[in-house]
């Protein structure tokens, strides 16, 4: 059977599957046939919903939401993690076949519907609804921890400001044979005391809470604050504010960049990132190069390479389809989303290419291997803060590269809460009459209130559980029944019709096998495997045990297993998003099976209070029974 007939016979099973999920009465069917403007699924374009003032503005913002913290914080986390250079094949493999399908498909959603995840699923098919709650959900935990990252950048900018860097200051002064925590700080190893004593003060696990850190909280309130005023009125705001915070960040990463590779041991640094065979020459333990290729084997680097992508591109999170529903029906974002993909991996590579320049420097002084330095948020505020203290004029590089993480984090997050306000205007989970500003600051103040946890002694450890749980494996699921609602139940040919209608391009069957069935089966294995893996070998975390005065190469942390209640909390991250789909499917299914008895009154609307009565939207949802 050729691929053509393929994708007939999947037409005609989703439009039978439409049919079977929307039965439609008589009476409907009859006001349906005597309406003069009949609903061809394409919705008339909403004149009077908010746009972007520029097409600048649209990509400045979209870009800002890519190219975050993930890029400059995360991606090179993942590369030390995963065999240097070997986690580039898994991270370019899942760009072409995962990345930017889904970005066009996001893309799409926001720009034909014009409404945020939640509409804009239901718009596809009333039982999808649960794909865009899970969206919510996912942005909602990430947005959480996410701040926690950006309270750290805060803290460290202003230690920057000091005359002396308090990570390259003098250590406290020792009483003989002193085994205290002080004892930890000798020269090579003052930016991990500081980290992990003077900042943290991290408590020895994470069952236990310790007090509260009141510097990193304040902190904490600033970034929540900064969010609440530059998002007060949406896009009108922080479309403006992005001139700065998008464009800041490259200036500033390009400056970092020539300081980096002007440092000592540099290009050891680089090396180590480009080529997956080469040995650390320079390092008490040299890297077991031998061993990087394995990682390819393992289903959960795929895993990760594939949540990178996401985090890069913002998938999954709601605020790409948001951002794109601000856009004019005609806009071609084939074009922006292959730009966009781009200048997020460049990116990427650039931003790689600075960090390992300056960890490679940082190794070679300290004689260890770059392996053996710190991972997690430590490589930014340990290892890259260390090798900064030590060039001239230390101040202004070490504020240059913080303030640029914190733009960078910002941005992000300025586009996690755009998607969940707009997501929510597709509900009537909030009153239309609360003016927007005061849900947002609502919301703000919500979060803040929820990410105290964060602020106590065993903040980082929680910070590190919502790094694992809140998004890697929701996200995976959220994209693959995202890929299903588009290429197989909304039907691969109408959605490329629209494709060409918007764009003025019609995919080639090289993007039609990737809708249809490489990018959903990819996600599934890469799923399916990286379960099987996570049971078989389940996520550790970092417990601190502090420094070994008898072997100062020795790691501050042990890797061991979460206690039962860190896994309740893990269960709850992944599930209370997830089940969302198959819940608000259930749901839709329910009068089909049960009668209109069964029939449950969900909290959606898709077209805005304004527009009133008679909009293509909102006769779909009368004809659903929903509106």
């Known amino acids: 059977m050729d691929l053509d007939q393929v994708l007939v016979d999947h037409d005609q099973l989703e439009v039978q599957f439409r049919d079977d999920y929307n039965p439609v009465t008589n009476d409907e069917k009859s006001r349906n046939d005597s309406d003069s403007t009949p609903n061809d699924g394409r919705e008339q374009w909403d004149e009077d919903r908010i746009t972007w003032g520029s097409n600048l503005e649209f990509i400045l913002s979209t870009i800002g939401s890519v190219v975050g ?10 590369v030390k993690q995963y065999g240097g250079a070997v986690f580039l094949i898994p991270y370019f493999t ?11 498909v996001e893309m799409w959603i926001g720009q034909k519907f014009r409404a945020g995840c939640i509409g804009g699923f239901y718009k596809i098919h009333k039982a999808l609804s649960g794909i865009g709650f899970a969206t919510w959900m996912i942005g909602f935990y990430t947005n959480l921890y996410y701040n926690a990252i950006v309270m750290y950048t805060i803290y460290y900018f202003f230690a920057s400001l000091q005359k002396t860097l308090p990570w390259a200051a003098d250590c406290p002064t020792l009483l003989p044979n002193d085994t205290s925590p002080a004892a930890c700080c000798i020269d090579s190893k003052r930016a991990q005391y500081y980290w992990y004593y003077e900042v943290l003060h991290i408590s020895p696990d994470i069952s236990t809470a310790g007090s509260f850190n009141w510097d990193i909280t304040l902190c904490l309130f600033a970034a929540w604050l900064t969010c609440f005023l530059c998002m007060i009125k949406g896009i009108k705001t922080s479309g403006k504010v992005v001139y700065v915070t998008a464009v800041f960040p490259f200036i500033a990463l390009l400056g970092l960049f020539i300081m980096g590779m002007t440092l000592e041991g540099a290009f050891e640094g680089v090396k180590y990132f480009f080529d997956p065979t080469y040995v650390f020459e320079g390092a008490t333990l040299k890297n077991d190069t031998v061993n990087n290729w394995s990682h390819l084997y393992k289903p959960y680097c795929w895993l990760e390479a594939a949540a990178q992508i996401f985090y890069s591109l913002s998938l999954g999170f709601g605020s790409c389809i948001a951002f794109s529903s601000y856009n004019p029906p005609k806009t071609d974002f084939y074009k922006q989303a292959l730009g966009i993909s781009v200048v997020n991996s460049v990116t ?10 300056i960890v490679g420097s940082n190794a070679v002084k300290n004689g260890v291997s770059i392996d053996d330095l710190s991972t997690g948020p430590g490589l930014a505020f340990i290892a890259v803060s260390d090798a900064i203290a030590q060039t001239p004029a230390a101040q202004l590089w070490s504020a240059l590269f913080f303030i640029m993480l914190f733009m960078l984090g910002i941005d992000s997050q300025f586009a996690g809460i755009e998607g969940m306000m707009t997501a929510l205007d597709d509900t009537t989970l909030v009153p239309k009459n609360i003016p927007r500003p005061v849900v947002i600051a609502l919301f703000c103040a919500l979060s803040f209130l929820l990410g105290l946890p964060f602020g106590m002694q065993n903040g980082q450890y929680l910070v590190d559980l919502f790094d694992n749980f809140s998004a890697n494996f929701p996200l995976m699921m959220v994209a693959f029944f995202e890929v299903i609602a588009v290429a197989w139940v909304y039907g691969i040919n109408r959605f490329c019709d629209d494709f060409e209608e918007m764009t003025g391009y019609y995919p080639n069957i090289i993007w039609k096998i990737l809708w249809v069935a490489v990018t959903p089966l990819s996600l599934a294995a890469i799923l399916i495997y990286s379960l099987v893996d996570q049971l078989q070998n389940p996520i550790l975390y970092g417990q601190f045990i502090g420094c070994n005065l008898a072997d100062s190469t020795a790691s501050w942390t042990e890797d061991v297993n979460y206690p039962p209640w860190a896994w309740g909390i893990a269960a709850i991250l992944v599930f209370s998003s997830f089940l969302f789909i198959p819940a608000m499917a259930i749901l839709a299914y329910l009068p089909k099976f049960f009668g209109p ?11 805005q209070e304004e527009n009133g009565p008679g909009t293509e939207i909102t006769k779909d949802l009368e004809m659903t029974g929903v509106a």
Do not use: D
């Open 597 to 607: 008895a069964a029939f449950v009154r969900l909290p959606l609307v898709a077209a």
């Open 69 to 78: 913290l993930g890029n400059l914080w995360r991606f090179p986390i993942k």
């Open 94 to 104: 899942m760009l072409i076949i995962e990345g930017i399908p889904l970005f066009l």
């Open 348 to 357: 990427s590579l650039f931003a790689g290419v600075t960090i390992f320049a």
